[in-house]
């Protein structure tokens, strides 16, 4: 149980254009999800908390309007990244609970590998 | 200070041995504490999670909390090469939000 899909697995862009990322939790149903991205040899870092039916908040230093976030229903959100740059080349990963409580573990999807050339 | 710290490694144990994982964070409101494990190029996978001060054991895999030293570790047991892999510590935020702050994590390599 507590599976958490994330497509495309990897992907190559130009720089300038736009890239969705969709994160989906298979078998449960998640309020809330956490968009992750980790830089080579780098921990992964937070970049948002997505919020079924509201805004996501984003951690400090991460632009709201360069990685466009919506978690329109109980089972998938959307990261894109607008007007894509080599900086922004990354891995990205999603994450959600099977539940609510700090003691439920997170579930990874396989992640993003985004390359911006 | 980091918000939480481990040693990057690489940690290099023979095969069959006891590979020791440590870790320490610096909220000292953090009461839930998780172990991932990372093979390169893919991502983390959910190895243990602990809450209560002192052991917790699952299979070859033991975690320690000890909260008064804001210290948590993870001990694998008959260590396989399997087991190389880059082992993330996170530790859930005080205050709300549900949010995980993961450690720069710890390369195992274990040798043949």
């Known amino acids: 149980g507590a599976v958490v899909s994330q497509h495309p697995s990897w992907v190559i862009c130009k720089s300038g254009t736009s890239v969705k990322i969709e994160c989906r939790s298979l078998?449960?149903?998640?309020?809330?999800m956490f968009w992750y991205r980790q830089f080579p040899k780098q921990s992964l870092m937070l970049m948002a908390t997505s919020n079924e039916g509201s805004k996501a908040t984003y951690e400090q230093g991460v632009e709201k309007d360069k990685f466009l976030i919506n978690h329109a229903s109980l089972t998938l959100s959307t990261l894109t990244v607008t007007s894509a740059h080599p900086e922004d080349s990354s891995f990205y990963i999603c994450?959600?609970?099977?539940?609510?409580?700090?003691?439920?573990?997170?579930?990874f999807g396989n992640g993003t590998r985004l390359t911006v050339t | 200070q980091k918000e939480v710290e481990q040693n990057s490694g690489p940690l290099s144990v023979p095969e069959g041995a006891i590979a020791s994982l440590n870790c320490t964070y610096s909220?000292?409101?953090?009461?839930?504490f998780f172990w991932y494990r990372q093979y390169s190029g893919k991502s983390p996978e959910l190895i243990m999670f602990i809450y209560s001060n002192g052991d917790k054991e699952d299979g070859r895999f033991t975690a320690q909390l000890n909260k008064a030293s804001q210290y948590v570790s993870l001990l694998i047991r008959d260590s396989q090469p399997s087991d190389s892999a880059t082992y993330l510590c996170a530790v859930n935020r005080s205050g709300g939000g549900n949010k995980l702050t993961f450690g720069t994590g710890t390369q195992l390599k274990v040798e043949l």
């Open positions: 909220d000292r409101g953090s009461q839930s």
């Open positions: 078998d449960f149903q998640a309020t809330t």
């Open positions: 994450s959600a609970r099977p539940g609510t409580g700090e003691r439920i573990p997170l579930h």
